[in-house]
């Protein structure tokens, strides 16, 4: 079946830096991915749809500036958060439409 | 925004049937209904779809209303192991929203 690899599984970086979650659909091409957030005890929330080799489309509230989505190819999406603080520790969790909709293990981000 | 709505929690005895309903009265033709569970701090795991007609495989059975506007997805014999919280959802082409979900517990 469809597999879906987000890397890392955690990462622990200080207040001000940048980090990057790749998300990779290993056994088929991915034309959209999703990016989602999700905060303890709470659903996932939509950040950003991309499409391969187009701009992203933020939802409402997402700061396309701070948390830069690339989808470079049909295999590859990431998402990296610039100049992290403590208030972007969460749990992000990409997903890529295939045949279905598949989705990675998460990231849990914690900045300290 | 999410179009679904579903009860926040509910308990069921191991080997007994889950079922656990959705409503989705705004749903438009060609919109399919997806159901996922997360087990805690891991990413959802899809479990079945559908359009119009119920659908069975080996995780779940779905069935949909002839209105479209609710349907139950049912998990035939309730293990530990399907303690998770589960998330209905309307997709139409790019929009995936996710609702709260339910939080089922099986209990021993």
């Known amino acids: 079946g469809a597999v879906v690899s987000q890397h890392p599984s955690w990462v622990i970086c200080k207040s001000g830096t940048s980090v990057k979650i790749e998300c990779r659909s290993l056994?088929?091409?991915?034309?959209?991915m999703f990016w989602y957030r999700q905060f303890p005890k709470q659903s996932l929330m939509l950040m950003a749809t991309?499409?391969?080799?187009?701009?992203?489309?933020?939802e409402q509230g997402v700061e396309k500036d701070k948390f830069l989505i690339n989808h470079a190819s049909l295999t590859l999406s990431t998402l990296t958060v610039t100049s992290a603080h403590p208030e972007d520790s969460s749990f992000y969790i990409c997903?890529?439409?295939?045949?279905?909709?598949?989705f990675g293990s998460g990231t849990r981000l914690t900045v300290v | 925004d999410a179009k679904t709505t579903q009860p926040t929690s509910m308990d069921c005895a191991e080997g007994r049937a889950a079922n656990l309903p959705c409503n989705h009265s705004?749903?438009?033709?060609?919109?399919?209904v997806y159901w996922y569970r997360q087990i805690h701090s891991q990413g959802p795991q899809y479990i079945i779809h559908?359009?119009?007609n119920n659908e069975t495989n080996e995780m779940a059975s779905l069935i949909i209303t002839e209105d479209r506007k609710s349907s139950t997805l049912i998990l035939p014999h309730a293990t530990l192991r399907d303690t998770a919280v589960y998330y209905c959802?309307?997709?139409?082409?790019?929009?995936?929203?996710f609702g709260t979900g339910t939080s089922l517990t099986v209990i021993p």
């Open positions: 997903s890529a439409r295939g045949n279905g909709y598949t």
């Open positions: 056994d088929f091409q991915a034309t959209t």
């Open positions: 991309s499409n391969e080799g187009s701009k992203a489309t933020y």
């Open positions: 705004t749903i438009s033709g060609n919109e399919y």
């Open positions: 559908g359009l119009k």
């Open positions: 959802i309307v997709i139409a082409g790019n929009q995936f929203y």
